[in-house]
Structures are given as C-alpha cells and as structure tokens.
C-alpha cells in the first residue's frame, strides 16, 4: 500500500518555545491525488508545510517521498526533490518578466549566455500546456494580475518538474472565475500525475476541488477523510472540535426597517478615472452595506474614495448630512469615517509595537494631557478594548506581530471603535482569519451598526455578505450593476448581477 | 477598444521612463555645446573621457550592489587603499602593480559580502564600518604616523605604469577604454548571465528570491566583490595618475558613484533599471564640473556640487512623478 503514496508524513513532532506546534501528526498524499489540508489557524499547517518543504526542522518524525526518505534543509533543496510551493504572498520577483520568473535560475544558455528567445517561446508553451493563453511573457511580472502572477508561479513548478505542489492559500487574492481558471489548471497538473497540497479557508473551494482532506486541530492530527464523506458542516465541526451549526447559519434580523433613518453617508456619481464610474451609494446609522464585485469592479477604490486615500474626479459625498470634500484620510476621519484595509500587513498593523500602541495609535491626542502622552489612560483603553472583543493575547504589552490574523483584525477594529467613528468601512476584514474569529467578527460588526454606525462592508466572500449585510450593492467593471435589498440578498441574484454586469453589450442595470 | 492617445500617452511615459537619463545628457550636451563652444572638440571630449573613468568604474559595481538592494559606502576607501598597494606593490614586482590592486578590491568586497551575509548587518552599516576602517588603513600604508597633509609621497614607479591613464589608442584614452570594456561586460552579464538576473531577482524581493530556490548569499557575496574589484580597478588608474601615495584622493567618491547609479535610472531600493543606463549617469556627472570648469569666470567652482545635488534632486522627483503617474 506504502507505493501509491507520493508522500508519508508518519509522527511529525514540531515545538517551538513554549507551543507544541506539531504532535505525532501523520500526513500522506497519493500520487495524482488533490488533497486538502484544514484547520484553523494555528492548527498546524503552515508547520507542517514548513517541515516537508525544509524551512523549519523537525524535531521527530520521518518524511517518505517518493519511495525515499528525506529531510531537506531549504526550500531549494525540497525544490530540487520535486516539492514546490505556491505561497499565500506571491514569491516571485515582480519586476522581472513572467518568463523569467519561470525560469530564473536555471536559464537556458546558449554559447554560456541566456537565450532569451528560447526562455520565452518555453514560457508560453508551458503556460499553453496549463490552457493559459494570451499572456505577454516578456512584460514584467507585476504589469500583469495576480491570477496570472499566480500562473507564473505554478507555470515555475511544473517546468521544474515538481511531483507535489503546494498551494497555501492560493486563492485568497483571486476573483472567482479567476479562481475556476486555477481549478482547470489544478486539474490539468492532476491529470499529468503531479499530486497537489491545497490549503484554502475557503470551504467551497475545497469541495470543489480536493478528493481528499487531512484536518488538525491544535497541532495534533484529528483524520483523513475522503471529500465524499464530508459536508461543510461536518467539516467545520472537525476543524473547531465542537458542533459548528451555529457559526455556519447565524440568524440576522433581516430588514430592521432602516431606510427610514437617518442617512449617515449620501455619495452620488462617484467617479475615478477609469475605475468606478458614476456609482450612488447610500447608508443610513446602523446600517451594513455589502459591496459585491470582481476583482477590478471598483469596490477598492470605491472605499478608498471614501476614506480620502484617493480622490475623485467627479461625484459628491455627503456625510452626516453635511458635504464633505475628502482629499486625505485625515480629512475624512475628521467627519468620522474609520477604515480597515484588505491589506492589514501593509496596511494595518505595526507588527513591532504593542497591541496597546496599535490601539491607541489614532488617538493619541485624547490620551494626552499637555502633550504628554498618559499611559495610564492608553493602558485603559486597551484593556476595555481587549475584553470587549474578547482579542486573546497575554496582555497589553504583547507584540502585535505575535497575534493571530483574527486577533490581529480585532485589534485594528478595536483602533477605530475607540474614535467613535460614524461610518465605518471594512475592506474585506474578514480575510485570512479562521472560522471561529470570523464568526466573532461577525457580531462586531453587528454590534457596531447596532450602536448606530453605518457600515460598508467588502468582501469576496459572498457567504459573508449574505449574513452580515442589510443591503447590498453589487458593483461590475466600475458601475453599480445592482442592489439588493434585505429581503432580496441571496447568491443567485447576486451572481445574477455581477455576471449581467460584466458583459459589456448589455446596459448596466441601474437600480435605484 | 482602448483609445489610440492613451496608447501613445503611455508609450511617451514608457519612453521618458527608460531613457529619461539618455534625454537629460542629450540636454546637458547641447547646453554645454551651447554654451561653451570648445565643449565638442576631441582634447575636451578626452579630458572628460580620463576624468570619468575612475568614478565610472566605482559606479559600475555600485550599480550591481544598489540592483541587488544594497548599498556599498566603503568603495572610495578601497579605492584609495588599493592605489597605495599598487605603488607599493609594484616596487616589489612590477606587474603586481596591475593585479594587486584588483585583488585587494575583490578581497575587501568579499569582507563586506560576509559581514552581510553571514554577519547579518544590514549593507548601510557594515559597509559604513568599512569605508572608516579601510581609510583608517590606506593612512597605516601611507606612512606611519603622517598627517594627511604630509601623506602625500611621491613614488618612483616603472616607465609604463603612468602610461595606464596617460596613454591612448587611437586618440581614445586607456582609461576610457577600460570603463567601455567593463561596461560592455557588466551589461552582459545582467543581462546573460544566470548570476546578473539573480541579482535583479534578490533586489526585487530577497525573500521571494530565497522560495525561488535561488543562492541568495551567494549573489550577494558575488555583488560586493565585484563592486570591490570595480573600487580596486579604479584605484589602479588612480594610482596610475598620481603616481604618488594620497590617503584622501577619494573623499567623498562613494556618494558620486551612487549618484550616478540613481541619476541612471536605478531607484535606491533596487530590482530595477538597466546597468548600461548608468553610464548615462557617469557622463552627466563628468560633464557638469567641465561645464562650471569652463565657465569658471561666471559660475566658480564651488557651485559644481550644488548643481550636481539640485540636477540628482531633479532626477529623482521626475522618476517619482513618473511612478506616480504609472499607478494611476
């Protein structure tokens, strides 16, 4: 039975001061095999991938692949064995061509230089063979999308004749139909005997695609379960150890007869070069507002309109009833306006500096007393903030770089609630986080609109839309192809619009 | 159907943005033409050729170490120090006069490599320490004991050494056939060469670099050795020069080379550009102090660095407004 298995992972130990990382866990993945590995974060995963491809050491265990027993010290040496990787952060290097980023390293030669003739006429047919057409192999890496950077990536791999690719998260960056083109090349790379690793908090997806699933919990290993005897439900219930019937279908007050109130934000005409075109958006106190919308349908910048962090070029934004001319975030934090970006990395948190300091980091001025900052008062604020949201972490002093992405989101969350904003907008804030701190998130979201706040929500995800949002607006190339309210929201009608929407020919439905 | 100007905008921006260097010594030239009518003659033409010669080759290795997304300030000091070992080595034995001091660059770059990679210091610092150290020792070289003004000495050398930076081929200086021929070698070998595209890689993302499988310590390594043989080559047409022992002769260098990289079109933070732009950059530098020489009755000589640091300031918003632009 040990032949028709690419990789045996038998009683992989990993610590770490004070975390057992790894216990005893056995992982196996059979050749021409997509298998899925879940769990929560900090379940392991990211570990145990770190283990197989080299990055960190084992402390016990063995690893079988291939038929041969392994324990490679770096990612090139894994490489070399036929493991490759697909990393959540893109690992390319973006100014260099598509073709070259496939081939650096081993490049072609020709009389001992590169022949770049031959470098490129290899990158497209590898990229032909994947069914990805139409690309401009010479142009730099980052002129092109990330589903395409992402092509690259696995394009890499194959043409280094990986047997197992890994692919952590590899879709947390791509649209949906993006995402169905890299399912038709993880097929393809299944279909020629390559066996595939994928990691996704994106439940869907991994039925969709996985014939297989090896879930963790804490660290240990909790089974192996072929996909077809599992439902989402089951799993999840694997994955957080107790019955998940309550995270998967929260009962929302649908329709709280809002519209009536109080408009917080009247935006008409929103307009940014070629981005987002002519869109209206309303939100009145208390109410969530989900914003729908491809990859490049606007939703981005359309918040970034909002926040001040880009200007448009025509449209008038209203807030609080009073006109609001936003040329800088701190211009529209002034009005009350919080926002959390898609991207907390870069974005959001000061990984370095405290949970306390990165809480308090907006409003600094109130905590001081004659220009001096009270840390007293700051300690205060993180302390109510911390239990408030339940954010687990030892203490105030805690380095926010060694929370978890969840924790880490509640904290960012928790900068805003304390300026008391009016209008809070929340670019995919749900992103990259498990599944219990979702469902958290989830009721601060609600809490907030409950105190009042109106919330515009993003998200890819459109499961989260459908349980958080009061109404949602569905955006397509730049225009507003629709909107939905409470009692209408569900997946088709959304589908429904973003699919009508993205064919140019047909006018866009301008629901109002 | 995308619109034809904006195909032709951004083919301008595209343009402006990859030989914006080239435009601006097109410039520079015509005003010098103008301006000073004895600029085009082939003695001037010459005269700039040999002057820039030394700080082009430190600006060549400059140029690997800022793609790689480094910094190396130690280069006028290993300059320096490998023209006191080629005077003195040449005492010895005459041809160690021309491979002494190269190895010596190579070999200091090689420190600086290790105290980066292995010694983990980020490149600003280690190679801070070693521009300070390494000065320190070109003065232990020189003499016991001197001061910097009485450092100087003058070194009784072989016929043909001066010959390096006097003499010619063709009316074209040596020295300035050395920088071509280091340029023609360097542009091939970012761009054919499997180490030049890691190089590029590494300065992109060192990280990304390292998933890729790629040796990135070793490119590192690789990169300040060269740009310490390049400090050591210049050192050997420096010597070659003075034909004398001169402890300070290259204060200030480093920051001239890196200039000339950024004015080259390769932003600080590195992964982009083209290493032959830089000698766009060597010229405009070089042309500037024989523009002000020339006009020396109007604008003094002091204002050469002030023109230099307002000409680099201008480089570098144009590029931003440049990238500015692209994103939108």
Not at chain 1, 267 to 289: F, M, N, P, V, W
Not at chain 1, 350 to 371: Q, R
């Amino acid at each position: 039975m040990v032949e028709d298995c690419l990789l045996k992972m038998t009683g992989i130990c990993k610590a770490f001061p004070g975390v057992k990382a790894l216990q005893d866990v056995d992982f196996s993945v059979k050749y021409g095999q997509t298998h899925a590995l879940m769990g929560e974060n900090g379940a392991g995963k990211s570990t145990l991938i770190k283990v197989l491809t080299g990055i960190y050491q084992k402390d016990a265990g063995e690893i079988v692949f291939d038929a041969e027993s392994i324990a490679p010290t770096d990612a090139a040496q894994s490489q070399h064995m036929g493991i490759s990787t697909i990393y959540q952060e893109l690992n390319l290097a973006p100014c260099l061509s598509v073709a070259e980023n496939i081939f650096i390293g081993r490049e072609p030669k020709k009389y001992g230089l590169i022949d770049w003739k031959t470098i490129e006429s290899r990158a497209r047919s590898i990229l032909g063979d994947m069914g990805v057409t139409g690309v401009n192999v010479s142009r730099p890496l980052n002129e092109h999308s990330v589903a395409i950077q992402q092509m690259a990536a696995i394009a890499r791999a194959l043409s280094l004749d990986a047997k197992l690719l890994v692919m952590d998260e590899p879709t947390s960056s791509l649209s949906e139909t993006e995402a169905g083109l890299l399912f038709d090349v993880i097929r393809r790379v299944k279909a020629r005997g390559s066996s595939v690793i994928f990691i996704s908090h994106k439940m869907s997806e991994v039925f969709e695609i996985c014939d297989t699933a090896t879930i963790l919990r804490d660290g240990c290993l909790v089974g192996e379960y072929p996909m077809a005897d599992l439902t989402k439900l089951k799993m999840v219930s694997l994955m957080i150890g107790r019955d998940a019937t309550s995270v998967l279908h929260r009962k929302k007050e649908v329709s709280r007869g809002l519209d009536d109130r109080e408009l917080v934000l009247k935006a008409r005409g929103l307009s940014r070069a070629h981005r987002t075109k002519e869109i209206d958006i309303d939100i009145a106190g208390g109410q969530i507002l989900g914003v729908a919308g491809l990859l490049g349908s606007g939703r981005t910048e359309l918040a970034r309109i909002l926040f001040g962090d880009e200007i448009c070029d025509g449209g008038e934004i209203e807030i609080a009833g009073a006109a609001a001319h936003l040329r800088t975030p701190r211009d529209a934090i002034r009005l009350g306006v919080g926002f959390c970006s898609e991207d907390r990395k870069a974005e959001g948190v000061f990984p370095h500096m405290s949970v306390m300091e990165n809480m308090t980091a907006g409003i600094l001025g109130e905590l001081s007393a004659g220009g001096v900052l009270s840390r007293k008062a700051q300690m205060q604020v993180a302390q109510t903030y911390i239990d408030k949201l339940g954010i687990k972490t030892s203490g105030p002093d805690q380095r926010m770089g060694e929370l978890s992405g969840g924790n880490q989101q509640k904290v960012l969350l928790a900068r805003w609630l304390c300026k008391k904003p009016v209008l809070m907008i929340l670019d995919e804030p749900m992103r990259g986080i498990d599944l219990g701190a979702k469902s958290e998130i989830e009721d601060i979201i609600a809490d907030l609109a409950g105190k009042g706040v109106a919330v515009l929500m993003i998200s890819s995800e459109m499961e989260e839309l459908i349980r958080s949002c009061d109404k949602i607006v569905v955006l397509s190339e730049g225009r507003k192809a629709g909107q939905l309210t409470a009692r209408e929201i569900s997946e088709e009608r959304i589908v429904q619009m973003l699919a009508h929407g993205s064919h140019p020919g047909q006018e866009a439905v301008h629901a109002k | 159907m995308k619109t034809d100007s904006a195909t032709i905008k951004t083919g301008v921006i595209d343009t402006v943005k990859s030989q914006g260097p080239l435009v601006m010594l097109v410039v520079l030239c015509v005003i010098a033409g103008i301006c000073f009518p004895a600029f085009a003659t082939s003695l001037n033409l010459v005269n700039i050729s040999r002057q820039i010669s030394m700080f082009g080759l430190l600006a060549l290795g400059m140029a690997f170490v800022i793609l790689s997304g480094g910094i190396d300030l130690s280069v006028g000091s290993i300059a320096v120090v490998a023209s006191i070992v080629a005077l003195q080595a040449g005492r010895w034995f005459a041809p160690a006069a021309v491979v002494a001091p190269i190895l010596v660059g190579v070999a200091i770059g090689a420190f600086n490599g290790a105290l980066i990679t292995w010694g983990g210091i980020p490149p600003f610092i280690a190679t801070l320490a070693m521009m300070l150290g390494v000065k320190g020792l070109a003065f232990v070289l020189a003499g016991e004991g001197r001061s910097a003004a009485a450092a100087e000495q003058v070194v009784n050398v072989s016929g043909w050494f001066p010959v390096i930076f006097r003499g010619d081929c063709f009316g074209i200086p040596y020295p300035a056939i050395i920088l071509i021929a280091a340029l023609g070698v360097a542009v091939v070998v970012s761009k054919y060469t499997s180490f030049g595209r890691s190089v590029f890689a590494v300065g992109g993302s060192e990280e990304a670099a390292r998933m890729m499988g790629l040796n990135v310590n070793k490119c590192k390594m690789l990169v300040y050795m060269i740009c310490g043989g390049c400090a050591g080559a210049a050192g050997l047409l420096l010597a070659s020069r003075l034909k004398a022992i001169d402890p300070t002769a290259t204060g200030g260098w480093e920051l001239t080379a890196i200039a000339a990289v950024v004015i080259g079109g390769i932003p600080l933070t590195g992964g982009l550009g083209k290493i032959g732009h830089v000698i766009y950059g060597v010229l405009i530098l070089g042309i500037i102090p024989n523009l002000i020489n020339h006009l020396r009755i109007s604008l003094p000589p002091w204002y050469n660095e002030m023109i230099t640091g307002m000409l680099l300031l201008a480089v570098v918003l144009l590029q931003s407004l440049i990238a500015k632009r692209g994103t939108r």
